[in-house]
């Protein structure tokens, strides 16, 4: 009995695993392939990998100037309003020039003044060469009398010693009379002849001794009179020139206060203020009509900005990557370039402040910034070949990125979800930097990532071609 319960519990056993087996095998047969899910595919393509460092900038108007008046004075009137685009040469404001319109009178004055004191000059420097001239008349008559006075000492000199060559002879011939008379030889008529002869000559002697000395003193005489005529004309001579100098003194005067009187007039046009570029009015710093201005105070400015320097301060651990043509770029809010140029000056020193270098890029505004505004701006330190995925096509577990590329399934026609990791390096734009895992030619899936799982089916929903 025991047996016969046994075999049928088999018999039972054996039918229920069949119709397991059984209904195990219809369920297989007819589970349904996974469905393919559709996403989108780009095709990694080479492109420039951009090594690049983001800074705040801040924009200065290469022509922007303060405008101050050069007079002193009240505002007369002022021809344009704040915010107007004017033209350089255009008028911006006219003061009223009281001051400098009572400065030119004076200047006036001083200029008649040193023309009359140029004339005095002129008249002073003829009295001196009138002077001169008298006295060198002078000078000339008293060398001829000089002249006159030792020719006639010379011939008293002259007359005195035949004068005393007679008495010599009239001593010898009384002498002579004196020893014949006395011997009896000639009578004593001739003695006194003799007597007679020599007494004349020793008057005319005597006569002649106070000719040679009244001679001696006309020489004298007219030798100090000379001299003194000569002293005469050196001092004319120093009046002449210092009364020359008198003359070019008030000459030279004259024409300073010209020249000042010029300047002065010249004050005159200051008080026309006048835009010295083209460019956008400034506020007017509250000054109205009727409100005096001070030379030098600022009244309002001028911006042109249609030039501009980008002003960028680099921290100086980057001062060694600093050089002239470096590439800059200004960025749009969606990080593209809206304007491109090259640094073409970088400071000297370094910013105590900040430890910084200040470097410039000069560009062309085109009307899309203003003056003193805060950009981002791009310093591209060096570019070079790689690949750039999207963003979106990022995943990451456990610290590690990966990205699922679409490669051939088991048919020709279908496509399998790949993942690959992959190391990224920075993001450029919207896309990263991919340093290793994704050659050019991948197909990168972009779409429903959370979906996929490796080895996934997929289909492909849109093809779109990566060209950077």
Request: hydrophobic fraction near 35%; glycine fraction near 6%.
């Amino acid at each position: 009995m025991k047996n016969q319960i046994k075999s049928k519990n088999i018999v039972t056993t054996v039918s229920l695993l069949a119709m397991l087996t059984t209904g195990c095998n219809q369920e297989k047969t007819q589970a349904p392939a996974p469905t393919a899910i559709p996403v989108n595919i780009t095709t990694a393509q080479q492109a420039q990998l951009i090594d690049s460092t983001e800074y705040v900038g801040t924009l200065e108007a290469i022509q922007r100037v303060n405008l101050a008046p050069e007079i002193n004075g009240r505002i007369k009137q002022i021809a344009v309003q704040e915010g107007d685009f004017v033209n350089q040469g255009e008028l911006i404001a006219e003061l009223e020039p009281t001051q400098q319109e009572e400065n030119v009178f004076a200047a006036d004055a001083n200029v008649q003044s040193q023309i009359a004191a140029f004339t005095q000059s002129q008249s002073e420097l003829r009295q001196r060469e009138g002077e001169k001239d008298s006295t060198s008349s002078q000078v000339a008559g008293l060398r001829a009398d000089v002249s006159r006075a030792e020719a006639n000492l010379k011939s008293a000199l002259a007359d005195l010693q035949r004068a005393t060559a007679d008495l010599e002879l009239a001593k010898v011939n009384h002498e002579r009379s004196t020893f014949l008379v006395n011997s009896g030889v000639l009578p004593k008529q001739d003695l006194d002849d003799k007597t007679r002869d020599l007494n004349t000559s020793k008057a005319t002697v005597s006569a002649q001794k106070e000719a040679v000395q009244a001679a001696r003193s006309q020489v004298q005489t007219t030798k100090e009179s000379l001299n003194s005529a000569l002293s005469n004309l050196k001092v004319a001579n120093e009046r002449i020139q210092g009364a020359r100098a008198n003359v070019a003194r008030s000459k030279a005067n004259i024409d300073q206060s010209r020249g000042n009187k010029g300047s002065i007039e010249q004050e005159l046009i200051f008080n026309r203020i006048v835009a010295p570029v083209s460019g956008i009015v400034g506020d007017f710093k509250k000054k109205k009509v009727g409100d005096y201005l001070n030379r030098g105070e600022t009244f309002t400015t001028i911006t042109s900005n249609n030039q501009f320097h980008l002003n960028v301060n680099v921290p100086s651990e980057n001062l060694n990557r600093l050089k002239i043509g470096l590439p800059v770029q200004i960025l749009n809010e969606d990080n593209s370039a809206v304007v491109s140029g090259s640094v073409n000056y970088i400071s000297p020193i370094v910013d105590q402040s900040n430890q910084s270098v200040n470097i410039k890029v000069t560009f062309n505004n085109n009307n899309i910034f203003k003056d003193e505004k805060y950009v981002r701006t791009r310093i591209i330190w060096q570019t070079s070949p790689g690949v750039l995925i999207p963003t979106n096509a990022v995943s990451s577990l456990g610290g590690q990125k990966f990205v699922f590329v679409a490669q051939p399934g088991e048919s020709e026609s279908s496509l399998m979800a790949k993942q690959i990791p992959i190391t990224v390096g920075r993001i450029q734009g919207q896309e990263f930097q991919v340093l290793s895992g994704v050659r050019p030619g991948d197909r990168i899936i972009t779409s429903r990532i959370l979906d996929l799982r490796n080895n996934t089916p997929v289909t492909e929903a849109e093809l779109t071609s990566s060209t950077k």
